[in-house]
């Protein structure tokens, strides 16, 4: 049973440009979470997925947006990469809601 | 600003000791919490959780004891092992679907 996957693994990327990490939930869940952490933090709420619509949004500017599809896999798209948004970034996965969030390992996005 | 945090960001322990990793939080609302490991190069994993009606739950080597009056949280793991070295963060739900993250202890075990 395949957990949570994430591609790419490593992304590089020059600011101003956009960047689009996907998402594949463990089997048998329906939402979808993505997540921020910078080096040395804890990771920082993005928002979560949850039948194809956006249910909850953390303190992110409209620059982050994302999608999931029928399959409950999910994108994160970010538009006119800023320095600062050189980080890890997590996807999670869970049934319905918050308990149990199962993440994968994560895409290291570098903005030069 | 974050309303979960560790009373240290660095723990080192003799193999074979007990572990005890505190985290404090501010929302007394909250009543749903995780503790979670993250090794190097890899996602949080989850550990153990407990729901604010509990004052403590058991796991395989772990113990999560929770007091509400102090909003105090606490991982306990027994003899510790060096695969225990990693970054630990306890988390709390503050709404139905956001999980807020502490910013982490970073747990050595020392042979």
């Known amino acids: 049973d395949a957990g949570v996957t994430q591609s790419p693994t490593h992304l590089i990327k020059t600011r101003g440009q956009q960047v689009t990490l996907r998402c594949s939930p463990k089997?048998?869940?329906?939402?979808v979470s993505w997540y921020q952490q910078a080096l040395g933090q804890g990771p920082q709420f993005i928002f979560q997925?949850?039948?194809?619509?956006?249910?909850q949004r953390g303190n992110f500017p409209d620059r982050f947006s994302g999608h999931q599809f029928p399959n409950y896999s999910s994108e994160l798209n970010v538009n006119a990469l800023l320095l600062g948004d050189s980080a890890l970034y997590l996807c999670?996965?869970?049934?319905?809601?918050?308990?149990?969030?199962?993440f994968g390992s994560g895409t290291q996005l570098s903005v030069l | 600003g974050e309303s979960v945090g560790l009373h240290l960001p660095t723990l080192s322990v003799q193999e074979g000791d007990n572990s005890i990793i505190n985290c404090a939080y501010s929302?007394?609302?909250?009543?749903?919490f995780i503790w979670y490991k993250q090794e190097s190069g890899k996602g949080p994993q989850f550990i153990i959780d407990i729901r604010s009606n509990m004052d403590k739950r058991q796991g395989q080597r772990v113990t999560v004891l929770l007091n509400k009056t102090v909003k105090h949280l606490s991982l306990q793991i027994a003899a510790t092992q060096p695969g225990d070295s990693a970054v630990y963060f306890c988390a709390e739900i503050l709404n139905d679907y956001k999980l807020s993250f502490g910013a982490g202890t970073t747990v050595t075990v020392r042979a």
């Open positions: 999670a996965s869970s049934l319905t809601g918050y308990e149990k969030l199962f």
């Open positions: 089997s048998g869940h329906d939402t």
């Open positions: 997925y949850y039948e194809e619509e956006e249910r």
């Open positions: 929302n007394s609302a909250s009543d749903y």
